[in-house]
T-cell receptor, first 111, second 114 residues
Framework: QKEVEQNSGPLSVPEGAIASLNCTYSDRGSQSFFWYRQYSGKSPELIMSIYSNGDKEDGRFTAQLNKASQYVSLLIRDSQPSDSATYLCAVNRAAGNKLTFGGGTRVLVKP | GAVVSQHPSRVICKSGTSVKIECRSLDFQATTMFWYRQFPKQSLMLMATSNEGSKATYEQGVEKDKFLINHASLTLSTLTVTSAHPEDSSFYIC??????????FGDGTRLSIL
């Protein structure tokens, strides 16, 4: 079992729709959870961070965390073609500040 | 916000060459920096943790004698790929850690070994 798992996609959504991305992790001691967006050939950029159970909203993005289920998700509302990218879920290991990344979900927003 | 600069952005060189990549935190001091490698269509894989003033900590399977890391100051870490071969061709990305914040990533270095 991979430490952080994501559906590789591609997830195809029409412009204006909601994109829903999921991520599961295996380390129950994980404390911090992050969503990064990565455009092709570029380095990751932070979209959201979440540390406690529940929802966290920032603009068109909402992150949801359920530690009991070891599950974190990202919703992108009113999807735009510029949201087309690979979204990486990253988890901070219980010990230290190392990040473990999932394989990423490729999102395609079609006009 | 916190800015991390990585240089060079692109390197193309012959097999057997050693290549040095720099990672600088521009507006903050980073006692810890991380080096990642990303192969095409794969996710980021942590190679090593660079600690200012001490030896780097390498992840399992990463050769410390091949990937030399020096964290000589609170704003600079370098990764040297020694005697690089085509299989070392990859996208190398550094990040810097500011206490209490998520990691800040550099723009990455695309290394191509001919």
């Amino acid at each position: 079992q991979k430490e952080v798992e994501q559906n590789s996609g591609p997830l195809s959504v029409p412009e204006g729709a909601i994109a829903s991305l999921n991520c599961t992790y295996s380390d129950r001691g994980s404390q911090s959870f992050f969503w990064y967006r990565q455009y092709s050939g570029k380095s990751p950029e932070l979209i959201m961070s979440i540390y406690s159970n529940g929802d966290k909203e920032d603009g068109r993005f909402t992150a949801q965390l359920n530690k009991a289920s070891q599950y974190v998700s990202l919703l992108i509302r009113d999807s735009q073609p510029s949201d087309s990218a690979t979204y990486l879920c990253a988890v901070n290991r219980a010990a230290g500040n190392k990040l473990t990344f999932g394989g990423g979900t490729r999102v395609l927003v079609k006009p | 916000g916190a800015v991390v600069s990585q240089h060079p952005s692109r390197v193309i060189c012959k097999s057997g060459t050693s290549v040095k990549i720099e990672c600088r935190s521009l507006d903050f001091q980073a006692t810890t920096m991380f080096w990642y490698r990303q192969f095409p269509k794969q996710s980021l894989m942590l190679m090593a943790t660079s600690n200012e003033g001490s030896k780097a900590t390498y992840e399992q399977g990463v050769e410390k004698d091949k990937f030399l890391i020096n964290h000589a100051s609170l704003t600079l870490s370098t990764l040297t790929v020694t005697s690089a071969h085509p299989e070392d061709s990859s996208f190398y990305i550094c990040s810097a850690l500011l206490t209490g914040q998520p990691q800040h990533f550099g723009d990455g270095t695309r290394l191509s070994i001919l």
